[in-house]
T-cell receptor
Framework: KNQVEQSPQSLIILEGKNCTLQ??????????LRWYKQDTGRGPVSLTI?????NTKSNGRYTATLDADTKQSSLHITASQLSDSASYIC??????????FGTGTSLTVIP | NAGVTQTPKFQVLKTGQSMTLQCAQD?????MYWYRQDPGMGLRLIYY???????DKGEVPNGYNVSRLNKREFSLRLESAAPSQTSVYFC??????????????FGSGTRLTVV
């Protein structure tokens, strides 16, 4: 069964600290993996997209990694800011235009 | 630069009432989607339209109907609303930017409450 699991479910960190969010998937055949940021009351916005051959990709303070062998991805946030408070959703796409969503990690950054 | 526009943003319905959620995109995308998002369950696909003139059921289609009016517009209709349809609804569109590389753009959502 194609599934996407994210951990932790929620996370609270101090402003300025780093954190890492995890995404494990069983989707096959794998096409790509996206991380989305969803602010409260808004639609998800894409942060990064990674294909099978990509191991690391950065977008400002966000760095995503992908291990296609173990089917794991992580999103690392460096020097967190209050504006990073949001839900982060991992979406895995299977070849054939099928999308599988994780339930998200709720991140709260406190001053 | 509107992207995906959804209306209305908020709606309260009584059980049994009907309504249509509107969605329009200005990016010339072929594919459009309707999702619902419930606490602890993530986004679940209701219906999608791979191209103008086609629609297909997603994971949770019961109680909904859709219409792909043209390439820009994809509407979601609740014929007889039920409390179980209380949720936040998101419209999205996508286009391939290369082999298997699908870009997803979401609207800002419609918060629907059925009482």
């Amino acid at each position: 069964k194609n599934q996407v699991e994210q951990s932790p479910q929620s996370l609270i960190i101090l402003e300025g600290k780093n954190c890492t969010l995890q995404c494990n998937y069983t989707v096959s055949p794998f096409s790509n993996l996206r991380w989305y940021k969803q602010d409260t009351g808004r639609g998800p916005v894409s942060l990064t997209i990674m294909t099978f051959s990509e191991n690391t990709k950065s977008n400002g303070r966000y760095t995503a990694t992908l291990d296609a062998d173990t089917k794991q991805s992580s999103l690392h946030i460096t020097a967190s800011q209050l504006s990073d408070s949001a839900s982060y959703i991992c979406v895995v796409s299977a070849i054939g235009n099928q999308f599988y969503f994780g339930t998200g990690t709720s991140l709260t950054v406190i001053p | 630069n509107a992207g995906v526009t959804q209306t209305p943003k908020f709606q309260v319905l009584k059980t049994g009432q009907s309504m249509t959620l509107q969605c329009a995109q200005d990016m010339n995308h072929n594919s459009m989607y309707w999702y619902r998002q419930d606490p602890g369950m993530g986004l679940r696909l209701i219906y999608y339209s791979a191209s103008e003139g086609t629609t297909d059921k997603g994971e949770v289609p019961n109680g909904y109907n859709v219409s792909r009016l043209n390439k820009r517009e994809f509407s979601l209709r609740l014929e007889s609303a039920a409390p179980s349809q209380t949720s936040v609804y998101f419209c999205a569109s996508s286009e391939a930017r290369g082999p298997f590389r699908m870009g997803y753009t979401f609207g800002s959502g419609t918060r629907l409450t059925v009482v």
